[in-house]
């Protein structure tokens, strides 16, 4: 009896150790099947978003958009006779673009690029005696379906560079650049809530104004004209500060040989997170 005792605890060790083993591979096993459903899901969801997926003949079973190009859509806003004119821009998230380019009977022209029609935003105009005001809002939408809000959305505006303009542009996220050298302007107010946002006047040869810049997280760059009578109001809360050909005194920067007696683009501009860049170039 005593003899066989040592076997008999072998046989034990080596049945736990069985059993040991079996629920260990019962587990891996289980963890596998989960790892290959979520592979599967994050898979199909990806064909989703790049529009991929084959359509079934009455398009009712997925529940995710089957449109896979990006389809532009273009509209123009005549001038009219108007000899001034204001721009209010508002995107809840995309990329923009704005520059110059508009015929010199043109106003604006705006392209959007989407794949869905009822993403196209609202242009609403009117004219006075002399100017024209156009808004340019997207109308948001809640039925865009499952990842609907990471489908593409790019706006391209081109404006009049001629008649004096007011221009306000807002937007939600994403990344904004900003063309100006080549236009008129009389005011400029942009808003970037989170993104990189770039407005470039260095080419600018047009009236003086005065602008006031938001950006909430995200780089920012402005660039100016060397020989603009600049002055900048600066108000920023966390990351870096880079400077080429300003002159700083605390908060304030200004263009080389800049005189308060000579006409001032003025500018107020506020930073929540992140860095800026200054050049005059």
């Not at 004219?127 to 379906?145: A, D, H, Q």
């Not at 505006?157 to 221009?167: A, R, W």
């Not at 808003?191 to 770039?198: D, K, M, R």
């Not at 109001?233 to 400077?243: A, E, K, N, S």
Request: net charge negative.
């Amino acid at each position: 009896m005593n003899a066989q005792k040592p076997d008999n605890d072998r046989l034990a060790y080596h049945v736990g150790s069985l059993n040991l083993y079996g629920l260990t591979m019962t587990k891996v096993i289980l963890w596998l099947v989960a790892i290959t459903i979520v592979s599967f899901v994050i898979g199909f969801g990806i064909l989703a978003l790049s529009g991929e997926l084959p359509s079934s003949p009455e398009n009712k079973v997925s529940p995710f958009r089957q449109n896979a190009l990006v389809t532009p859509d273009s509209t123009t806003i005549p001038l009219e006779g108007a000899t001034s004119g204001s721009i209010r821009i508002m995107m809840g998230a995309g990329e923009f673009t704005l520059g110059g380019g508009a015929g010199s009977d043109q106003l604006m022209q705006a392209t959007v690029y989407s794949n869905a029609a009822e993403w196209q935003p609202e242009i609403l105009s009117f004219s006075n005696s002399t100017g024209k005001t156009v808004t340019m809002i997207e109308k948001g939408n809640t039925s865009r379906g499952w990842f609907g809000g990471h489908a593409p959305n790019k706006w391209e505006i081109h404006v009049n560079e001629i008649v004096p303009l007011d221009l306000n542009v807002e937007v939600g996220a994403g990344e904004s650049r900003l063309n100006l050298g080549s236009l008129n302007l009389t005011s400029l107010v942009v808003s970037n809530g989170v993104g990189e946002t770039t407005i470039d006047l260095s080419g600018y040869h047009g009236g003086r104004f005065t602008g006031a810049i938001h950006n909430g997280v995200g780089d920012l760059t402005l660039r100016v004209r060397q020989e603009s009578n600049t002055r900048i109001l600066l108000h920023h809360g966390v990351g870096d500060v880079t400077i080429r050909g300003f002159e700083k005194k605390d908060k304030t920067y200004t263009t080389a040989g800049f005189s308060p007696a000579l006409p001032v683009t003025e500018f107020t501009l506020s930073q929540g997170v992140g860095s800026i860049q200054l050049e005059a170039v």
